[in-house]
């Protein structure tokens, strides 16, 4: 009885994965194969091929959209890390004035959609001469309520009483912050971090509106051109994009599962 | 000049009852002093306010003279020792002892120095490398020791830090804690709820009840002649004998029900006390003349020395120590004599009657 309904179960979740891994697994085949081989629908290719990454290369800038999305992804990273950690550690550990009612009115943002703020950022930023830089697709991300919540979630679990004999013992705040409790929350701090290039990494709307410059765009708005770009798309060399596109995600993915997962865990349990 | 004065420190936090009221006291320099009290008598908080982890509501803390109500803790230059040690479970035992003096930028040989002269003294070198976790308890509580010793500060404040060892370790940590303590010279300001450790380590101590101290004594002093009933009952295992009694001629009549005679012995004026009497004041005696014959209700044997509790009146239990092994069978009656020098009276409101054999300390502000 237990057997068969744990092969049922089985059953179910391979049949669930191969619905979801089908359109990953058919441009990554699609990418492999040659454009007649596209167009008569083929499942699996003939000749293997990787002639659509060469065109994909050729046709667009795709190395410079690939480091424009890294470095803008690696700064917002960067920066959220910096910004959540310092206004976590003042929301834990500084004593000010209606420290929890600033927290709170803080997480509260988290119900703004971002869509809504979009045009008022844009306005900002059309203001300050950001646009079409780096600086303009990277500073607006810095700031994140998620980022500081899950943050202080984590810094609240350092016991008091290690601020106290810093304190104490002369111990700044800046330097606690650097030697005790940034160490001591390596995993939610790593958590943030691919969660935080992720997001970055996937960024649509925001790059397609500050930007419009080759220089600066992004792999994602790079994606979207390549396929509208010619009236018959070359969906070979289109996949062959997206492919390369998706793969630093996956690499982050594998590689900070187990700290993602427990990070995000810890968040949610508290 | 006292190394360090509190003066009538109050402390609240916004509700009706202050935490900490009105506490005086003068530590002198090289002192072992102790404050002692059940849990939530505020005797943690008086440690806190002394190393300004909290403002004070109200009063003075004044260090080597000066009025130091606004310094900052690192200003008041004094180490503490935590209930759970606060040791920084990233580090190893040796940056555990050095990351506070790199803060203060001391010179790299001299950091090595105090470090390793303070593990030399606490049995540590072999240990300088390991992360907490891999201690044992009573190294942990020599780590935090060895922290507020290469701090070279001279006032430690304690927060309980023997109470996370077992029994025997406790033991044992509380006579090495006070050697160090006295090589060291270093002035100690130590809490604890424990009134055995007050009584074994303390120069002096003071009893706190409910925020407001009781007495300041020396730990003898204390014990002989308890200021009110609260400290007749919290200092000495098993504790103090009371019980309500009328005042008579020559006799005093306990819960209307037991009459005492007392011979020698002048009475409080008073037509109502509380009579007081340590354990080991009731005598065993001969069948007959002045003693008094009670029923045993229960007897503990600790080895070198016998307990025997008895129903004086109803519902009012003694006890007795008695030095020795004692063959005695629950229910017996036994006759007992008691030590009429010994009785101590109070009031019914529990203040001793009579002037206590010691006086407070007196206290001076200077600005």
Redesign the interface.
């Known amino acids: 009885m237990r057997t068969a309904r744990a092969t049922a179960h089985y059953v179910l979740l391979c049949l669930c994965s191969v619905v979801i891994l089908f359109p990953v697994a058919y441009a990554l085949l699609m990418s492999l194969m040659d454009g007649a081989a596209i167009l008569s629908g083929r499942l699996w290719p003939e000749n293997w091929t990787l002639v659509n990454y060469e065109a994909a290369f050729q046709q667009a800038p795709l190395g410079r959209y690939l480091w424009n999305s890294f470095f803008v992804a690696f700064m917002i990273t960067l920066g959220r890390l910096i910004v959540s950690s310092l206004a976590a550690f003042a929301f834990v550990f500084l004593r000010f004035p209606g420290r929890d009612r600033w927290f709170y009115i803080c997480i509260a943002t988290m119900l703004v959609p971002w869509e809504a703020t979009v045009i008022p950022n844009f306005l900002t930023i059309q203001a300050l001469g950001w646009t079409n830089r780096y600086v303009g697709l990277i500073v607006p991300f810095w700031a994140m309520a998620f980022g500081i919540f899950l943050l202080r979630q984590q810094f609240k679990q350092i016991p008091h009483e290690l601020y106290e004999e810093a304190q104490l013992s002369g111990i700044g705040n800046f330097r606690f912050f650097c030697r005790v409790v940034l160490p001591l929350s390596k995993t939610s701090l790593v958590t943030l971090a691919v969660y935080s290039f992720l997001d970055a990494w996937n960024m649509y709307l925001w790059p397609l509106l500050v930007t419009n410059d080759d220089r600066v765009r992004t792999v994602q708005i790079g994606l979207k051109q390549l396929q509208t770009q010619e009236i018959a798309s070359s969906w070979g060399v289109v996949m062959a994009a997206a492919v390369i596109a998706m793969l630093p995600t996956l690499l982050l993915l594998f590689a900070g599962q187990k700290q993602l997962r427990k990070g995000l865990m810890q968040g949610a349990i508290q | 000049m006292a190394f360090l004065e509190l003066v009538e420190v109050t402390k609240s936090y916004g509700g009706k009852k202050s935490a900490v009221e009105n506490v005086n006291a003068a530590i002198e320099s090289g002192e072992f002093f102790v404050l002692v009290g059940p849990s939530g008598c505020g005797k943690s908080t008086i440690l806190r306010l002394i190393?300004g982890?909290e403002p004070l509501t109200s009063g003075y803390v004044l260090i080597d003279g000066q009025v130091a109500n606004d310094w900052?803790?690192?200003a008041r230059r004094?180490?503490?020792v935590?209930q759970?040690y606060?040791l920084?479970?990233?580090l190893t035992v040796e940056q555990n002892m050095r990351?506070?003096l790199q803060?203060?930028k001391i010179p790299k040989e001299e950091q090595v120095k105090r470090c390793m002269e303070a593990a030399e003294l606490l049995g540590l070198t072999d240990v300088l490398h390991r992360k907490p976790r891999e201690l044992s308890g009573g190294q942990r509580q020599r780590v935090a020791l060895g922290?507020a010793i290469v701090?070279q500060t001279p006032l430690c404040l304690m927060d309980e830090p023997l109470s996370n060892l077992d029994a025997k370790l406790r033991a044992k940590m509380r006579s090495e804690l006070r050697r160090l303590q006295r090589q060291l010279g270093m002035t100690v300001i130590y809490v604890t709820h424990d009134q055995t450790e007050a009584m074994t380590m303390a120069d002096r101590m003071m009893i706190l009840h409910d925020g407001r101290p009781q007495q300041i004594g020396s730990p003898l002093d204390v014990y002989n002649s308890p200021d009110n009933t609260f400290v007749a009952s919290f200092i000495g295992t098993p504790p103090m004998n009371l019980a309500e009694a009328h005042v008579l001629d020559h006799s005093l009549l306990l819960q209307n029900e037991r009459p005492i005679r007392l011979m020698r012995r002048s009475l409080p004026k008073a037509e109502r006390v509380i009579v007081g009497l340590r354990p080991e004041h009731i005598e065993p005696a001969e069948l007959g003349g002045e003693s008094m014959a009670v029923k045993v209700s229960h007897i503990e044997w600790l080895g070198n020395e016998t307990l025997v509790t008895f129903e004086l009146a109803k519902n009012l239990y003694w006890t007795a120590r008695w030095n020795g092994q004692w063959r005695i069978r629950l229910g017996e009656v036994v006759p007992l004599a008691f030590d009429e020098q010994a009785l101590l009276f109070f009031d019914e409101r529990g203040k001793r009657i009579g002037t206590p054999s010691i006086k407070r300390e007196e206290v001076r502000i200077r600005q």
């Open positions: 190393a982890l900052p803790p690192h004094l180490s503490m935590f759970n606060a920084y479970p990233h990351i506070a803060a203060q922290r701090a």
